[in-house]
Nanobody, 125 residues
Framework: VQLQAFWGGLVQAGGFLKLSCAASGPTFRDWDMGWFRQAPGKEREFVAAMRYSGGTTIYGNSVKGRFTISRDNARNTVYLQMNSLKPDDTAVYYC???????????????????WGQGTLVTVSS
């Protein structure tokens, strides 16, 4: 399984970006997908996750109401729409995948077997 994230970049505060993550490998529709981020000098932080069925999504407290995770199983792609961006959102964003895990474990980095290479998002003030 390989994951590749795209469309990070530089944006002004208050702006928006939409990250994409293309997944290769069989049975994408059986995977729980998510996003984590890590800012310089900070610990890795959970951002969002979506169950394999697409029916359940969860978000980190710092992005609730601003970010939206979605998936397109026909394209083997997961997205992260990021609105109302803040300088504190500056980080490397990682796409992650795992085969079905308990809902209570979706926000834990240890639940994910596969990590993409990351894409840098920089929000200027």
């Amino acid at each position: 399984v390989q994951l590749q994230a795209f469309w990070g970049g530089l944006v002004q505060a208050g702006g928006f970006l939409k990250l994409s993550c293309a997944a290769s490998g069989p049975t994408f529709r059986d995977w729980d997908m998510g996003w984590f981020r890590q800012a310089p000098g900070k610990e890795r932080e959970f951002v969002a996750a979506m169950r394999y069925s697409g029916g359940t999504t969860i978000y980190g407290n710092s992005v609730k109401g601003r970010f939206t995770i979605s998936r397109d199983n026909a394209r083997n792609t997961v997205y992260l729409q990021m609105n109302s961006l803040k300088p504190d959102d500056t980080a490397v964003y990682y796409c992650v995948a795992t085969q079905r895990v308990a809902l209570s474990r979706l926000a834990l980095p240890s639940s994910y077997n596969y990590w993409g290479q990351g894409t840098l998002v920089t929000v200027s003030s």
